[in-house]
């Protein structure tokens, strides 16, 4: 060890380690490197005492600063939502037009709405709102309450048949089921049903007198639907002359229709949701698309 | 007078004992003049001068845009350069920009090794001008030496105490003169004066101020040999064509005093031109013996050269005992051979053909680059929408982007399918038909867009639409293809 030895080669000493003939040539670090690696570790000791460091048997060394990251999230969190509850103010001194037609609020309205979306509405409408059989697609232009701000914002407010008194069909008569009730005849179902589907151009069964299905048409379903068959806001009643079929366009589905009755249920959120994300649901709501 | 080195790095303690820490040895180098010093000063001067009052030219942009000519305007997410201005999604200029400026470093090394360490390095002239300093505060060289010699005497400390003043001066207005380039200079100066400018503003003054002081002070060459990777990486891009500053072994050895050496030649025996004078190590700001060929501690800044020819004359033999110059050189004029040099080689031909291409590519892409854009999203859920008349709808997130500095009306229309409507949510002005939005000075809008199949027309699953953008001031179009997807 104590002997120099000089590699002949690149003339450099070596360590003085050898292994089997071989050694390791000595080309040294400047030495205040070695005093950083000094000041390091002198820093890391003094990181130690200024932040949480060391696990303890039920806690852990909480720093001279108590620094927690959880509890600068959290903080984060509040202000955040002090920052939202300036632009909610002004959501909720404006109107639904006046919303529309404010970037800024519409803009806040639309990032809120769509959260809420799907947090609360997704489960039945999806997270795109495409609904699916009996959960009505909210992008598309048929509404059987109605497309308008407000009609969206009562419906979001207090439902269908959700037992609120002030909900669409409060007195949840529904779709009346004609044939459960023993108001129709099986036969006279189906025949009011190829009656039905001649309206909005779908397949008929040629089998069938489509003068008799009119006739039990005017006679029972003209009421809610309209004689032409258009429908009626006022009772949720849907056209039925368009090409959207909210429980099916199969003849199977809508003799089920007519034989049990439909009564689709939307709860009331105005308990259950504040009224400014009531309210960016409805403007978020009216444009997916459809809105009138 | 001889300096060790320290490059040997048997470090303190008894000869006998090994040291796995070298020493770091102080270096005086002695102030010279001649060609390669007059470089280095006009160097120093044009890169410093640049550095420091750079943020303080104005370029005019307009009312509405900053005029300082490089600009780097974080919160606004804009970078200013003359009469360029770039936006956060064209920082690809910027990738051309660093391959252009590496294939410039490795071009300067293969044409004539390291020119960026020796000349342009921030490391080298900052250093360069502290030892300026030093020479101007402390004396010379001989001065130094002595002094150290003494000890401390009251003389001494008021040298150092105003010798670290002047440094500390220089690395804080350096540290100023970084913060000028992300904020309007003048009114930042100003700010700073008076203590209004922001907390972070102080703070990267302090950090470079640090920096500088530590690095062009202290760390000197200590830097070029253990922090750099630029030397291990030169080396490996080097050959043995490139030029670089070389004892010129033929001609120096054997060397000896001059005294000896006229005996030698006397005896007609060989007898070189170096005289061992010392001087080239003298003058060395890394304390190299160059006449120990081409080493990783030399950053070839010519000092040497310039000692040596100055020695050369007074003893009247001919200049360029150091000049740049390459091994095959000295070995063909050992073997009576003339000189050859190759400049035209294939790595610089590489290097010259990577930097035309980028360039070129970078000054069309930007000469035809457009002063507005849009990027279209079409809605993943749902698809698409049926409507009850029997159309369908699909759903499109629009961003359009206006660079001008004034407000831009933009048409925007869709094309594809005969008879297809378009409509953008919130945009009240429509053109034949299309939707005229409005995008406001130097930003980005983002519409919802939806578009319309006419009823009845029956189409396939995804059929290929185009989005067309047209400015309303100077009719610049731009185009987006995408699909209508239909059941």
């Not at chain 1, 309210?279 to 997916?288: I, M, Q, T």
């Not at chain 2, 009576?336 to 990577?354: E, F, N, Q, S």
């Amino acid at each position: 060890m104590a002997e120099r030895h000089i590699d002949e080669l690149s003339g450099t000493e070596t360590t003085g380690h050898e292994w089997d003939g071989l050694r390791e040539l000595n080309t040294p670090l400047p030495r205040w490197w070695l005093w950083i690696f000094y000041v390091t570790i002198v820093w890391s000791i003094l990181y130690w005492i200024a932040y949480p460091a060391w696990p303890m048997v039920s806690s852990y060394t909480k720093g001279m600063f108590a620094y927690s990251a959880r509890e600068e999230g959290l903080k984060a969190f509040e202000a955040g939502k002090a920052a939202r509850a300036e632009v909610g103010g002004a959501l909720q001194n404006a109107s639904l037009d006046q919303i529309q037609s404010t970037p800024a609020l519409l803009e806040f309205a639309q990032g809120q709405g769509k959260a809420s979306f799907g947090d609360n509405c997704a489960p039945c409408h999806g997270l795109g709102a495409t609904g699916g059989p009996g959960y009505p697609n909210l992008n598309d232009d048929d509404w059987m309450w109605g497309g308008t701000l407000d009609d969206i914002y009562t419906t979001l407010q207090y439902g269908i048949r959700s037992g609120h008194d002030d909900a669409r069909d409060s007195g949840i008569t529904g779709m009346t089921a004609f044939g459960a009730d023993g108001i129709l005849e099986t036969d006279q179902i189906a025949s009011v049903v190829n009656y039905v589907r001649s309206l909005s151009g779908l397949e008929t069964d040629s089998g069938l007198d489509l003068a008799a299905g009119q006739t039990l048409f005017i006679d029972n379903c003209s009421a809610c639907h309209g004689e032409d068959g258009k429908g009626m806001l006022e009772l949720g009643a849907p056209n039925l002359t368009d090409g959207i079929w909210l429980y099916g366009s199969s003849p199977a589905a809508m003799i089920e229709t007519v034989t049990n009755g439909r009564k689709g249920v939307m709860p009331a959120w105005s308990g259950r949701l504040d009224d400014v994300t009531v309210k960016s649901l409805a403007v978020y709501v009216h444009n997916l698309g459809g809105g009138k | 007078m001889r300096v060790d080195t320290g490059d040997s790095g048997s470090g303190g303690g008894s000869s006998q004992e090994k040291s796995l820490w070298a020493k770091a040895n102080n270096i005086y180098p002695q102030s010279i003049s001649g060609t390669f010093r007059n470089i280095k000063w006009a160097l120093m001067v044009v890169t410093l001068g640049v550095y420091y009052f750079l943020p303080f030219v104005r370029w005019d942009r307009g009312p509405n845009a900053p005029d300082q000519a490089v600009l780097i305007d974080f919160p606004s997410r804009r970078f200013y350069f003359f009469f360029i201005e770039i936006w956060p999604q064209e920082v690809y200029y910027l990738t051309g920009l660093l391959i252009i400026a590496a294939m410039t470093l490795f071009l300067m090394n293969a044409v004539a090794g390291r020119i960026w360490c020796g000349y342009l390095c921030w490391q080298t002239v900052w250093t360069d001008l502290f030892y300026a300093v030093e020479n101007w505060v402390e004396g010379s060289r001989r001065d130094r030496l002595m002094k150290e010699k003494q000890g401390w005497t009251f003389r001494r400390v008021r040298e150092k105490a105003v010798k670290h003043f002047i440094w500390l001066l220089i690395a804080w207005w350096t540290g100023g003169a970084w913060v000028l380039y992300f904020s309007d200079a003048p009114t930042l100066v100003k700010d700073l004066a008076t203590f209004q400018a922001p907390f972070v503003a102080y703070l990267w003054i302090g950090i470079l101020t640090f920096t500088t002081y530590i690095f062009a002070g202290f760390g000197r060459e200590q830097v070029c040999i253990y922090m750099c990777p630029w030397p291990r990486i030169q080396a490996s891009l080097t050959d043995e064509w490139a030029l670089n500053i070389e004892y010129r072994t033929d001609r120096g050895e054997p060397r000896g005093s001059l005294k000896k050496m006229k005996e030698l030649a006397a005896k007609g025996e060989p007898s070189g031109d170096c005289i061992d004078c010392g001087q080239c190590i003298a003058v060395c700001p890394t304390g190299t013996d160059i006449r120990n060929g081409v080493q990783l501690s030399c950053i070839q800044c010519g000092l040497c050269i310039d000692a040596c020819d100055a020695v050369m004359k007074k003893i009247g033999k001919p200049t360029g005992l150091i000049a740049y110059d390459t091994d095959i050189n000295i070995n063909r004029r050992r073997q009576g051979l003339h000189d050859i040099y190759k400049l035209v080689r294939p790595r610089t031909l590489i290097y010259v053909a990577i930097i035309l291409a980028v360039s070129g590519f970078m000054v069309f892409t930007f000469s035809t680059r457009s002063m507005s854009g849009m990027n279209v999203l079409h809605d993943r859920n749902p698809l698409y929408v049926q409507l009850s008349e029997g159309g369908v709808r699909n759903g499109f997130t629009v961003r359009m982007l206006n660079k001008h500095t004034e407000p831009g009306e933009f048409v925007l229309s869709v094309e594809g399918i005969d008879g297809l409507k378009i409509e953008a949510i919130g945009v009240e002005g429509t053109e034949n038909g299309n939707p005229v939005v409005s995008v406001d000075r130097d930003t980005t809008r983002e519409v919802r867009v939806l578009v319309f199949s006419p009823k009845g027309l029956q189409l396939g699953q995804s059929t290929p639409i185009t989005f067309r953008l047209v400015s309303k001031a100077d009719g610049e179009t731009t185009t987006v293809n995408d699909y209508f997807k239909a059941p």
